[in-house]
């Protein structure tokens, strides 16, 4: 087995603390990864919450994973010693389902195996990237342009690969005019990717203080939607809404917003269900849809994307002992926009 060091939460709604621990011994097709930095989401602090359901402890959380490989089994081809890697949100599949042999492993129908708080074929717990070191299977890392800033890249892994699929599964781009709700981890990654796709890119928030972000991002224009006028006076207006945000909200007025056939997108997994009134979809032959990650071709596209495009998440390096800090600032909104973890700092 393979030693290893990260932080923890030992059972669900207590603090994460240092941790030592195993993982599998390196098989024949599999990496092991020092584990260099670690983008900090939503999820991680819903999972061990237990949140969304009941989570397996202790649980070392982190599915935004850069590093470098350090080792390969015996039988790799995809990597050697030294590469630029990262891990996204799963770390196996079972290959063979329709998803998987459609490219949508992450709707794995048989065996899929999240980075953590699952179960892995072998039967061993899979931990995070709130670690010194991960193991993987070849197949599910990814290649980081040596050109990408590691730390700025590690968010690309679930907030990058999340709002980048929705976007290219419906062809947004030039002529389209998509709206963003919520300018966060997320949403900044929505607004980069919907102007690198030649979209006119509209922000829509509740805060007036955000404007001046969006704009600083490139985005078009900016909407506060707490503001009568200014949300009457983009009724009917986009093609597209990507919607980012995990909180409580009502999507009503956001689909008075849509063009006739317009689509809203939902990316943000909000811990209360969705109200829709009945005459909000007919009423324009609108769509609501939406998107989890997206598989692991598509998530190597969305990074040699980013890097033929100098695209990165904008982010606040941390140390992993601030984790705690960070989660209170993140679900305030307070940083702009992904919290990273220095693994150094373990």
Known sequence: ???????????????????????????????????????????????????????????????????????????????????????????????????????????????PVQTYGSVGKDGLVTYGG??????????FAHHIAPTLDLAAAAPLLCAGITTYSPLKKWNVGRGHKLAVIGLGGLGHMAVKFGL????????????????????????????????????????????????TVSAKHDLNGYLAMLKTDGVLICVGIPSEPFELSPFALPAGNKTVTGSGAGGLQETQEMLDFCAAHNIVSSIELIDIKDIHPAFERMLKGDVRYRFVIDMSTL
């Open 130 to 139: 709130y670690a010194n070191n991960v193991v993987v299977n070849e197949q």
């Open 196 to 243: 690198a796709f030649g979209a006119e890119v509209t922000v829509l928030s509740t805060s007036a203080s955000k404007e001046k972000d969006a704009a600083a991002l490139g985005a078009h224009h900016f909407v506060v939607t707490t503001d009568d006028e200014q949300r009457k006076a983009v009724s009917s207006s986009f093609d597209f809404i990507l919607d």
């Open 1 to 111: 087995m393979i030693t290893s060091r990260g932080y923890a939460a030992q059972s669900a709604k207590t603090q994460l603390a240092p941790w030592s621990f195993e993982r599998r011994e390196l098989g024949p097709h599999d990496i092991l990864i020092e584990v260099l930095y670690c983008g900090v989401c939503h999820t991680d602090w819903h999972l061990i919450n237990n949140d969304w359901y009941e989570g397996i402890f202790p649980m070392v959380p982190g599915h935004e994973i850069t590093g470098r490989v350090i080792q390969v089994g015996s039988l790799v081809q995809k990597f050697k010693a030294g590469d630029h890697t990262g891990v996204g949100v799963m770390v196996d599949s079972c290959g063979n389902c329709v998803n998987c042999t459609h490219h949508q492993e992450q709707f794995c129908q048989v065996s």
